[in-house]
């Protein structure tokens, strides 16, 4: 089973900032938090992931709490490309090939 | 990042024939592959993972003589549905690890485009 919940779906406007919750309370001090999203009838693509720092690249930025037991996805300027399903997964460290376990992730809208 | 293929993109088959789809990692070397399926407005489910070498690792309640993985070399994995019917129809996506070859910069899965089965 997942070990992430997420809203079922969200919407925002185009240019805006778009912010995605996760909670993860049960994650465990070696794993790490993994963000995908699949645009529709494609395969997944890799946004961010992180330990327990923020992260931020050229695609998202990654808020995660000091607790660890949730984060947010923030994507700065949401733009009509990005309506996408967006999962998020904890896994362990990177390094080792571990398996991605995908819950039922977020169906963000984005609005023209 | 990582570019991985499949092929067919998408295939149509009469029930009870049985279906092959390719996997390639066209640009790294991959040892670990991944096989998902995904139904409509589902998530993905993870299938089984395959080791270049050696036989597949199934997840629970995934009929491995039903789902056929062949990881024959770093960078092709196939996965053949056997005696297909309606009831397999679906989307399915494979993935490959490219940790081993360094191409992975955050130890990322890398995905392919998918492959549509549609059972008759």
């Known amino acids: 089973d997942a070990k992430t919940t997420q809203p079922t779906s969200m919407d925002c406007a185009e240019g805006r900032a778009a912010n995605l919750p996760c909670n993860h309370s049960?994650?465990?001090?070696?794993?790490?938090v993994y963000w995908y999203r699949q645009i529709h009838s494609q395969g997944p693509q890799y946004i961010i992931h992180g330990l327990k720092n923020n992260e931020t690249n050229e695609m998202a930025s990654l808020i995660i709490t000091e607790d660890r037991k949730s984060s947010t996805l923030i994507l700065p300027h949401a733009t009509l490309r990005d309506t996408a399903v967006y999962y998020c997964i904890v896994r362990e460290a990177p390094g080792s090939s571990y398996k991605l376990i995908f819950g039922s992730g977020t169906r963000l809208l984005v609005r023209p | 990042g990582a570019v991985v293929s499949q092929h067919p993109s998408w295939v149509i088959c009469k029930s009870g024939t049985s279906v092959k789809i390719e996997c390639r990692s066209l640009?790294?070397?991959?040892?670990?592959m991944f096989w998902y399926r995904q139904f409509p407005k589902q998530s993905l489910m993870l299938m089984a993972t395959s080791n270049e070498g050696s036989k597949a690792t199934y997840e629970q309640g995934v009929e491995k003589d039903k789902f056929l993985i062949n990881h024959a070399s770093l960078t092709l994995s196939t996965l053949t549905v056997t005696s297909a019917h309606p009831e397999d129809s679906s989307f399915y996506i494979c993935?490959?690890?490219?940790?081993?070859?360094?191409?992975?910069?955050?130890?990322?899965?890398?995905f392919g485009p998918g492959t549509r089965l549609t059972v008759l």
């Open positions: 049960t994650i465990s001090g070696n794993e790490y």
């Open positions: 993935s490959a690890d490219a940790t081993a070859s360094g191409r992975a910069v955050h130890n990322e899965q890398f």
């Open positions: 640009d790294f070397q991959a040892t670990t």
